[in-house]
């Protein structure tokens, strides 16, 4: 008998209109490494490393690029979030109604956006 099917990872693939800039703000910012790229100088597609977790990014011209909506919006869980509320707000990644809270079902959470409009959340359960 074969072994159930099992999934342990996920990679979501993040829409970015410059590689090179959403590299800068992951690795800089974020505190993420680079994976891997496609490219040295101007990759389309790349991932960045974090810990336990990994994101992909992927060049999509700007002339099909959508409306400010139906953003991605990743939900990463995250042990020692004041920690990494911290980090982060000394960062300058936050935009106005970045707050570290409390949420009606059951987390501790706190959410941004990169530059291209792709959601950040981090959490934990309370």
């Known amino acids: 008998m074969q072994p159930k099917g099992y999934l342990h990872q996920i990679h979501p693939v993040l829409p970015v209109k410059d590689v090179v800039e959403a590299l800068d703000f992951y690795v800089n910012r974020l ?21 336990g977790i990994e994101i992909h990014l992927q060049w999509h011209d700007a002339k099909e ?16 979030i004041e920690s990494l509320y911290e980090e982060y707000a000394d960062k300058d990644v ?8 409390e949420t009606a079902w059951g987390t501790m959470e ?9 959601g950040l959340t981090f959490y934990r359960d309370v």
Do not use: S
């Open 110 to 118: 706190f959410a941004f956006y990169d530059p291209f409009k792709n």
């Open 31 to 51: 505190g993420f490494k680079i994976g891997f790229a496609d490219d040295a100088k101007k990759p389309t597609y790349a991932g960045v490393l974090r810990d």
């Open 65 to 80: 690029w959508e409306a400010e909506i139906d953003r991605p919006m990743l939900r990463i869980v995250t042990q020692h």
């Open 94 to 101: 936050f935009h106005g109604h970045t707050l570290l809270r």
